[in-house]
């Protein structure tokens, strides 16, 4: 069964940076796009970042140029590095790992942006 298990969550102020980090304990090769996903309270979960197994990353319009996914197959880690936290991006953050219509799931980090 694979697991994906997410740290670096916080509190930060407004301006600050933050980088998560998803630790995979099955497989994280090539074949397999890995993404970053957020919560807000009364919100849908909506996708942050997502980089396929060659690197093609997109982003979410509201995160770009703040936000950077990157991700290392051999260590089987996938990483968000945030600058310029805003309190809008205040969320519960999850990582996910897809291949067709199969999703994995970490159980999330929470991140809390405010003075």
């Known amino acids: 069964q694979v697991q994906l298990v997410e740290s670096g969550g916080g509190l930060v102020q407004p301006g600050g940076s933050l980088r998560l980090s998803c630790a995979a304990s099955?497989?994280?090769?090539?074949?397999?796009?890995m993404g970053w996903y957020r919560q807000a309270p009364g919100n849908q979960r909506e996708l942050v970042a997502r980089?396929?197994?060659?690197?093609?990353?997109n982003y979410a319009d509201s995160v770009k140029g703040r936000f950077t996914i990157s991700r290392d197959n051999a260590k089987k880690m996938v990483f968000l590095q945030m600058n310029s936290l805003k309190p809008e991006d205040t969320a519960v953050y999850y990582c996910?790992?897809?291949?067709?219509?199969?999703?994995?799931w970490g159980q999330g980090t929470q991140v809390t942006v405010s003075s």
């Open positions: 996910n790992r897809n291949f067709g219509s199969n999703d994995i």
């Open positions: 980089i396929t197994g060659n690197g093609i990353t």
């Open positions: 099955g497989s994280l090769c090539s074949i397999y796009v």
